[in-house]
């Protein structure tokens, strides 16, 4: 018997869309430094993909919420506190139309390449170098 595979079009179809962007590098504390520059990863929802996200963690919230009423004495905490958590995380991860998935960059204070952490989507924000600890301002090269 012959198994046909799945039909993939409705998974590419919503799947997130990954962007590299150079990025420069400079120090916050020591402007004298100079600029390196890295590569950063942008991933990008379509609705479809935003909504999506956003229904499994409000299920997620909702269920831990739906277990938190058998516990007794906390319910009166849980239940409310995840009732509007729900709300609110799912409204925000709807919101949420791009994000930094990480990347590399050399540091300007120490030259070692360092891990651009994850973080929500802008065209300017801030990481720690993982060697130095160095405070370090990440810009988009445009």
Same mark, same amino acid.
């Not at 729900?86 to 960059?105: I, T, W, Y």
């Given at each position: 018997?012959?198994?046909?595979? &799945?039909? =993939? +079009?409705?998974?590419?179809? $919503?799947?997130?869309?990954?962007?590299?962007?150079?990025?420069? $590098?400079?120090?916050?504390?020591? +402007?004298?430094?100079?600029?390196?520059?890295?590569? =950063?990863? +942008?991933?990008?929802? #379509?609705?479809?993909?935003?909504?999506?996200?956003?229904?499994?963690?409000?299920?997620?919230?909702?269920?831990?919420?739906?277990?938190? $009423?058998?516990? &007794?004495?906390?319910?009166?905490?849980?239940? &409310?506190?995840?009732?509007?958590?729900?709300?609110?995380?799912?409204?925000?991860?709807?919101?949420?139309?791009?994000?930094?998935?990480?990347?590399?960059?050399?540091? &300007?204070?120490?030259?070692?390449?360092?891990?651009?952490?994850?973080?929500?989507?802008?065209?300017?924000?801030?990481?720690?170098? #993982?060697?130095?600890?160095?405070?370090?301002?990440?810009?988009?090269? +445009?």
């Amino acid at each position: 018997m012959l198994v046909r595979p &799945p039909d =993939l +079009r409705y998974k590419i179809d $919503i799947m997130a869309t990954r962007t590299s962007f150079k990025v420069t $590098i400079e120090s916050r504390d020591n +402007r004298s430094l100079t600029k390196t520059f890295g590569e =950063l990863t +942008r991933l990008e929802w #379509n609705a479809q993909e935003k909504l999506r996200n956003a229904a499994r963690i409000f299920l997620i919230l909702l269920g831990a919420m739906v277990v938190s $009423i058998f516990i &007794p004495m906390l319910h009166f905490i849980l239940v &409310p506190t995840l009732l509007i958590a729900s709300f609110v995380v799912a409204l925000d991860k709807l919101k949420e139309a791009a994000r930094n998935d990480g990347g590399s960059a050399e540091c &300007p204070k120490c030259h070692a390449t360092f891990v651009i952490q994850k973080s929500k989507w802008s065209d300017k924000f801030h990481d720690t170098c #993982n060697h130095c600890r160095e405070d370090l301002e990440i810009h988009l090269v +445009r």
